[in-house]
């Protein structure tokens, strides 16, 4: 059982564009959702992360979208950049010894 | 640079053999893992150490052994490679992992076919 559903698989967008990823979640114990950006032959590294007291957080041109009773959050990349283009994942956790549950994946190209 | 060092970068491996891929990290950090990351598949936890002497499994488990003698050291092993066991691996650490904030620093992967 997938704990955490993402989409779309892949995505291009155009430069200057709206990049929009969307994840969903079964367990409403989560309480911890980050998104990870991995560049190619790269490890993942964090890019934000969210609280589900909060439905919005914006860093420069990336916000977290939190929809509590829809159980589901999106990653918004404003005016979007060839220097985005990766692999996005979403990511969930709740308190106490439990590792972050991973997302599949989202492979963004954002073309000139 | 303070980070996860793992090694090696890439190998190639018949199958039945064993491998020890190597996990290194200089944070102090207590919590380590092991990911495995396929396309398609995303990244999927294999084993976990939430402190030294401690270990426990992930989603995918199977064939693999991992040990936490001390806060370092996070070696995965594979005691009879198969190829299905052909995957890039992340090593990956956090400072804690009570809170559920867990902020992971991840190597820079190991690369492993096994033919």
């Known amino acids: 059982q997938q704990q955490v559903k993402q989409s779309p698989q892949s995505l291009i967008v155009q430069k200057g564009g709206i990049s929009i990823i969307n994840c969903a979640y079964e367990?409403?114990?989560?309480?911890?959702f980050p998104w990870y950006q991995q560049f190619p032959g790269k490890g993942p590294a964090l890019l934000i992360a969210?609280?589900?007291?909060?439905s919005e957080k914006k860093e420069g041109r990336f916000t977290i979208s939190f929809n509590k009773s829809a159980k589901q959050f999106s990653l918004h990349i404003m005016d979007s950049q060839p220097g985005d283009s990766a692999t996005y994942f979403c990511?969930?956790?709740?308190?106490?010894?439990?590792?972050?549950?991973f997302g599949k994946g989202t492979r963004l190209s954002v073309i000139a | 640079t303070a980070g996860i060092t793992q090694a090696p970068t890439s190998q190639i491996l018949a199958a039945g053999r064993s491998m020890t891929l190597r996990c290194t990290q200089d944070?102090?950090?207590?919590?380590m893992y092991w990911y495995r990351q396929d396309l398609g598949l995303g990244l999927r936890l294999i084993h976990y150490?939430?402190?030294?002497?401690?270990?426990g499994k992930g989603e995918v488990p199977d064939g693999y052994s991992v040990s936490r003698a001390n806060t370092d050291d996070f070696p995965l092993t594979l005691a009879s490679a198969v190829p299905s066991q052909t995957s890039v691996y992340f090593c990956?650490?956090?400072?804690?992992?009570?809170?559920?904030?867990?902020?992971?620093?991840f190597g820079a992967g190991s690369r492993l076919t096994v033919l």
């Open positions: 990956a650490s956090s400072r804690d992992s009570i809170s559920g904030a867990n902020v992971l620093t």
């Open positions: 990511a969930a956790s709740k308190a106490g010894n439990t590792p972050l549950v």
């Open positions: 944070m102090r950090h207590n919590a």
């Open positions: 367990n409403t114990a989560f309480d911890y």
């Open positions: 969210i609280r589900p007291d909060v």
């Open positions: 150490s939430n402190t030294a002497g401690t270990t």
